[in-house]
């Protein structure tokens, strides 16, 4: 029957009688579902109990897979991030190699400092004698030549470009090192092919550096073999031992990320130890404001220098020629200045659009160890 209405239109509320007649329905029907579950079915019943927590079990699985999914894809290596909980830590024989950016699984685009359009300013040191580098290593004689100035050195701006992230897409790797140089290139370890792509970089005349991979804040993963905050002395000491034979001929290392790991004293003392033993430099890539690398590898002799200007932060062309002008100025103001880029699209067209005019501006393109030079005034 339908309730009937007031004046305003509204239905009226159910009486007590109605309301007892729903109650009475409601408890008659769970003592009925009680004395079946209880009577007769309790086998069907229990079935379909078990059907429907083994459903739930797939279910949770399954939506567990998915949520983890995305954080699987980002990483290379999911593994490590047990090791940070403290699973057993093994390291491969050998880094694995990659033919392209591509073949990595989910290998992120991240932000490479923490205020990466922040222009970092500095003054020429005092003049020093330069260390003492290890003699009998082939990367130390190569530091002393390439890092011996040209004709124009002492009396123009010097800028150092240095290219991240070589190796991993070959044909933009090939096209960094076939820039009018002297480019500085920072091969990644976990390349393929590295040696032969260091060996034809080093051929164009071009400077070579080891872009060793650190821990990043967040949950960008910085590749095989990364140096973590958590391992011990002797994993990291392993891994940069495996880093640092995996091609020759570079000048020095440079931190790939490293946000959170370039901010921590102990792991950066062995890393600039191992450095120091074979005649290496450290530029500084400047991921964090709180970054004591600069500093740890002065206390302990290793030559060093750091990050002036991110030329690529922001992909866009427009932006790297700013940054490219920014280049400049800083170079006009201090005598010397440091751009890290990557073989980006935009930054190779940039670059290749800005080298040859450098000469004219009255700039010398410099390698990175050119700079170092003159900013410890070792020239």
Not at 25 to 46: D, I
Not at 61 to 69: N, T, V
Not at 158 to 176: C, E, Y
């Amino acid at each position: 029957m339908a309730s009937k209405k007031n004046r305003s239109g509204k239905a009226n509320r159910k009486s007590p009688k109605t309301r007892a007649s729903v109650r009475e329905r409601l408890e008659a029907r769970f003592l009925a579902l009680r004395a079946w579950v209880r009577a007769r079915h309790w086998p069907t019943v229990a079935a379909v109990a078990a059907v429907l927590f083994l459903m739930s079990l797939v279910g949770g699985y399954w939506l567990a897979q998915r949520i983890d999914r995305g954080d699987r894809d980002r990483l290379v290596h999911d593994t490590l991030q047990d090791m940070k909980r403290g699973g057993a830590q093994q390291t491969p024989a050998a880094p694995p190699k990659y033919a392209s950016i591509d073949q990595i699984p989910g290998f992120p685009k991240y932000k490479e400092a923490d205020h990466p359009l922040a222009t970092i300013e500095e003054k020429p040191r005092p003049r020093s004698q330069p260390p003492q580098l290890a003699a009998a290593s082939a990367t130390s004689a190569m530091w002393r030549r390439n890092a011996v100035p040209f004709a124009d050195l002492h009396t123009r701006p010097l800028i150092a470009i240095v290219i991240d992230d070589v190796g991993l897409d070959r044909p933009h790797s090939k096209r960094a090192w076939e820039l009018p140089g002297p480019i500085t290139l920072s091969f990644l370890p976990y390349a393929k092919d590295l040696r032969e792509q260091a060996r034809a970089a080093h051929a164009r005349g071009q400077e070579l550096m080891l872009h060793l991979p650190m821990e990043p804040m967040g949950r960008a993963d910085p590749g095989p073999g990364a140096l973590l905050v958590s391992l011990g002395e002797s994993e990291l000491r392993q891994r940069v031992t495996t880093a640092l034979d995996s091609f020759d001929g570079y000048v020095g290392v440079n931190n790939h990320m490293g946000s959170r790991f370039t901010a921590n004293k102990p792991g950066m003392e062995t890393a600039m130890r191992l450095f120091k033993a074979r005649g290496l430099m450290f530029l500084d890539s400047r991921t964090t404001a709180q970054t004591v690398a600069e500093q740890t590898a002065q206390e302990l002799g290793v030559p060093t220098m750091q990050r002036n200007v991110f030329l690529d932060d922001d992909e866009a062309i427009d932006q790297v020629r700013r940054r490219l002008a920014e280049t400049e100025a800083v170079a006009r103001r201090q005598g010397f200045v440091v751009a890290i880029g990557h073989p980006h699209e935009a930054t190779l067209q940039a670059l290749a659009e800005w080298l040859p005019g450098l000469q004219a501006k009255g700039f010398a393109l410099a390698p990175a160890t050119a700079v170092l030079r003159k900013r410890n005034g070792w020239d």
